[in-house]
Each structure stands twice: as C-alpha cells, then as structure tokens.
C-alpha cells in the first residue's frame, strides 16, 4: 500500500475523512506514519504552507475528498470563497500533489461531480482531469475497496533500509510492448549518483544464490513534465506541461524482468502458476531471456513481494513522473532512446 494523504474540508467531509481514514489503516503497516490526515498535526511554530508542502511531498497518492460544500466553501472572516485563497489548506495540498506530478485521486462524496476547470483557480485546473472515485454512505466499506484496488499501478510498498541505512526500494514499470502490458522491475536507492554525473550500476544479492537485477541510479533533477502540442502522438491528457522536480537520486532496472527471472519465482512459490501463462503465454514470440509479457498488477505485486523477501529490500512502483523523468534523461523529446 502505497503512502496516503487525505485531503479534505473539515465543514465539508471530516466524518468522511475520519471513515476513510479507519479504513485504509487496515492496509497499511503503521497508520500514523503512512497515512497523513489533519492538519491539527502540525508542530506549533512552523510554516503550515512549508509543512504541508513536506509532508505531501512524501506521499504516493493524494486522496481528495469532495462534498456538496467543497467547491463554494466560504471563508466566515472575508465573506469569500476559500478556494480563491492562496493560503487556503486544501488548495496549498493538492496545487502541491498536482505540481510534483503525485497522483491526485478525487473521492467524490455521495456522486459529487468533479469540478469543471472553470470552477478551479489555475494552479488547481488540472484537477478537473483527473479520474475520481465516487463514495456513498451506504456502500461506504464496499467503495473504499474499489478505491484501494482501483489506486494508480505506480504504487506499492514501503521504503526499506540496507546494510548501510540507505533507503532502498524496488519498483516495477509498466511499459507497452506489442500492444501487451508487460512489467519491467526497478530498483530505487535514496543514495546519490557517482561524481561527474557517472551512472552507477549495482545489483543486490538474493537469499538463495545469485544475483538480483542490475540497476542504474539516475541522479536528482528537474524536468517538464507532459508533451509539448506539436509532440508527435501526443495524448490529450498530456498537457500542460509543468516543472517537476526530482528532489532525490534513484535507481531502475537496466533490462525489463525476463520469463526466466519470472519462473524462479513461480519454481520458488512466490508467484502463482495462474499468472502470464493463463493469458496468453509469450505470444510465441520465446521466453528464456525475453521480457516477460501478459503480466497483471496483481503478479507484478507477487514478483515484488518475493524479490523483497529474497533480497531482504522492500519494492515499489515507480511514480509517472519518475518514470518518464527516466525516458526523457534531460532531452525534451518524446523519450532518450
């Protein structure tokens, strides 16, 4: 399960909030350090807009839970809309997500609409394309599933320590191969790339013998996110391009997890027989050292599961922005083939 932050108005969804809340604890490790909900948890003393700006900045997924008062919220003081205030709780928490390409998730309350882009001040526009969820109070436990199934496949666990304290997390790729979905495994370090910009490449031993995957550490940085209008093949929701930062260095697979890595672990018990096989198999195109195809995200989680178990590292998703900030490697088109 991947780090949550409940964004939400207190006059409009704090009971909401508080069901939701009770609920995704029960899929995560440590609710309290996995789970960001109020903003009564910030320390006295500091900046709320810097706080808040962290503490997204550490999330995976921003939850934004949308009532019947969401949207025309009115401050008691100025008479004015809270949205349209620039220090405004909600609006500092999800302009942020949205600004540092974190998927932002609208949990439309008792089939809300998302709201148009026209309603949105601009830093927060781009919310109105966003793919959201609807809740209901009387199917609430039932759509709160749906929601954690349904959450972006970038997602997964927790960050993990090594031998020498360096967070270490192993992530899988979705990359598109022939029209068919196959999943590409990565590892992430929190450590820096070597002087001079050299990449570095590593690869972890396994419990039983032999080596896991080679990685690649891609260094810090900034890049724009989205494609340009005259970009060739272009999506519609792939503008507007917007500054993402890359505020650490990370690691990702040098080659995609192969049919051979993949049957270690179906030979060892990680992953279920029921897996690439029951859908199509290679497509005849070979397996051995050919990516493995046809992979779902529930095998990609048991491939990972296993890979941590063997390494004693703990594995995740790459986040979009991660990923294309990897294709792109500090080139402005499409990908740095």
């Known amino acids: 399960m991947a780090k949550l932050f409940i964004s939400y108005r ?16 029960k899929h995560v490790e440590d609710p ?28 995976e997924v921003l939850l934004a839970l949308i009532g019947k008062g969401w949207l025309a919220a009115s401050d008691p003081k100025t008479g004015g809309r809270r949205l349209d205030d620039p220090k405004d709780f909600v609006r500092i928490e999800i302009a942020s ?6 998927p932002v998730v609208p949990v439309l309350l008792d089939g809300v609409p998302v709201p148009g882009a026209g309603d949105l001040p601009d830093d927060l526009k781009p919310l109105a394309r966003r793919n959201g969820i609807v809740v209901t109070r009387r199917s609430f436990e039932g759509d709160v599933t749906a929601l954690v199934r349904g959450l972006p496949t970038q997602l997964t666990a927790r960050s993990g320590k090594d031998s020498e304290g360096r967070t ?44 896991g995957p080679e990685m690649v550490v891609i260094p810090a940085g900034s890049f724009s996110m989205g494609s340009s209008p005259d970009e060739r093949g272009r999506g519609a929701d792939e503008s507007p391009q917007h500054t993402v930062r890359i505020g650490s260095a990370f690691a990702v697979g040098k080659y995609e997890v192969t049919w051979a890595e993949w049957q270690a672990c179906v030979d060892d018990g990680g992953c279920s027989n029921s897996g690439p096989d029951s859908r199509g198999g290679d497509e005849g195109w070979g397996k051995g050292s050919r990516p493995v195809i046809n992979v779902s995200w529930e095998n990609a989680q048991d491939y990972v ?7 004693g ?17 500090g080139t402005t088109g499409q990908f740095n083939y």
Request: proline share 2%; with cysteine; net charge negative.
């Open 10 to 25: 207190r006059e409009d969804s704090a009971h909401q909030a508080d069901r939701l809340y009770e609920q995704l604890s």
């Open 32 to 59: 309290r350090r996995d789970i960001f909900l109020d903003v009564d948890s910030i320390p006295f003393g500091v900046d709320f807009v810097t706080y808040l700006d962290g503490k997204v900045a550490e999330c």
């Open 97 to 102: 997500a949205l600004k540092r390409g974190i």
């Open 168 to 211: 270490a997390l192993l992530v899988v790729g979705a990359l598109l191969a022939a029209g068919l979905m196959a999943f590409a495994v990565h590892l992430i370090l929190g450590i820096e790339s070597k002087p001079g910009g050299v990449d570095q490449v590593f690869s972890d031993a396994l419990f039983g013998g032999g080596q």
């Open 305 to 311: 599961s296993w890979l941590s178990r063997e390494t």
């Open 313 to 329: 590292e703990t594995y995740r998703l790459l986040t979009e922005a991660e990923w294309e900030y990897t294709l792109r490697r």
